[in-house]
């Protein structure tokens, strides 16, 4: 069990907030951290991993004590046995594939290791090449492997398939998935995407704020309770449009444009750019903020 009790001031671009969150991750659970940017989602990442240090709080995992304010234990980054993937690969340039996953071995018993992990992420052929000859997606997936053969405690993920195409993503996500169920290593998740929250995770802690808004299955945070539609599609505002008591909400939709009607009510806190949920209710179209 990791359980995460911590506060930390923090200043965004709407103003000054606080972190105030108490989460529980039971047993080897991925989960998902949802909310729109500015809401203290990395940061959260941050604190667990030892590289930002909340004002107050407590954070454990598996009854071992990483962070206590109270106590004045702060374990530092390397004391944590955590390993974090961030959008960006952090390879080694002059190190070849099998060498950079080498260096990240605990045990050099267990060299074995990497050709498996090579295996399952379908890159076995591509052992002896230097980082800069690969793509972006395979770039990635030796960061993911590299990250699995320290053997953390805890996996932390900050949007690693933010960057890659849609194709892409949902090759890594079945990757990501596959390592997930193979070793079982609990994992915390930022992610924008609601394709990947409902593929990979067990539990969804929505923030909003810096707190806790919602949390549950997925399926229960965004199920039929919400919003029940013939589809649902996540995009971003492009225009508003403001004519007569009614806005005209321009949304992009992958490679697709759509427009969708709101109210005043409705579209009075959206601003271009926000990542918004579209479907349709009895025929009607319904946009929602997320």
Known sequence: MIKIKVKKALVSSRGPFQINIDMNIPGKDLVTLFGPSGSGKTTILRMIAGLTVPDEGLITVDDEVWFDSDKKINRSVQERQISVVFQDYNLFPNMTVRENLRYALQDKKDEGLINEF????????LADRLPATLSGGQQQRVALIRAFL??????????????????????????????????????VFVTHDLGEIFKLSQ??????????SRSGKPGEVFGEDMLSGKFKFVGNILTLEKEDFIYIVTVQIGNNITKVVATEDEARDWRVGDRVLVSAKAFNPIIMKV
Do not use: Y
């Open 118 to 125: 090579l295996e399952i992420v379908h890159l076995s052929g």
């Open 203 to 212: 539990r969804i802690f929505v923030l909003e704020e810096g707190k806790i």
């Open 150 to 187: 320290r053997r953390p405690k805890l996996f932390l993920l900050d949007e690693p398939l933010s960057a890659l195409d849609f194709e892409m993503r949902l090759k890594l996500q079945d990757e990501i998935q596959a390592l997930h169920e193979r070793f079982m290593i609990p994992t």
